[in-house]
């Protein structure tokens, strides 16, 4: 079955530090992927996703996505976290032959001023 | 663009009663809507995929019983927790997903329902 793992529950970072959010998908062929953020009081925004072709993808907020398909992982990163960034962070996959969404169980992203 | 509303955003009933969920595309038209639930600190479970003018599906132990959704239009779904219970407290998101069928669901903001 597939699944969408994230590693990280929480992750402290600084105000300015580097950003990177781990995802390990297990899928057969290329995967439809995504990366959600959830701020408490709003619905899930889109941050970025990946289908196909450039497997470095481009996002909102100055966050990117690297996809490698040796590793099975669809990271997330941002060079310079601001504490606006403080959130929860789902990976997502589609499964295979429909479009529902197999959530990774998300990582909790708190920012240090 | 792409807008989805759910209302109410918080809901306070008695354990026996009946809520009523509502979640509406604004701005598009949604051939498919997703009813999740989420409990806290916990990712999103998918609860049931909803299509225009047909019966929903449920996943795997979810009670389609006790959680009624209708999906009347290419706008709005309901969902209904029926004689709800303090286990039927939780998080509750709905999304749509517009006609082109891009695989991109939209959220809305989500709906508390605690049951006393």
Known sequence: AQSVTQPDIHITVSEGASLELRCNYSYGATPYLFWYVQSPGQGLQLLLKYFSGDTLVQGIKGFEAEFKRSQSSFNLRKPSVHWSDAAEYFCVVVQSGTYKYIFGTGTRLKVLA | ?116
């Open chain 2, 1 to 116: 663009g792409a807008v989805v509303s759910q209302h109410p955003s918080w809901v306070i009933c008695k354990s026996g009663t009946s809520v009523k969920i509502e979640c509406r595309s604004l701005d598009f038209q949604a051939t498919t809507m997703f009813w999740y639930r989420q409990f806290p600190k916990q990712s999103l479970m998918l609860m049931a995929t909803s299509n225009e003018g047909s019966k929903a599906t449920y996943e795997q132990g979810v009670e389609k019983d006790k959680f009624l959704i209708n999906h009347a239009s290419l706008t709005l779904s309901t969902l209904t927790v029926t004689s709800a219970h303090p286990e039927d407290s939780s998080f509750y998101i709905c999304s749509a997903m517009g006609l082109d069928n891009s695989y991109e669901q939209f959220f809305g903001p989500g709906t508390r329902l605690t049951v006393l």
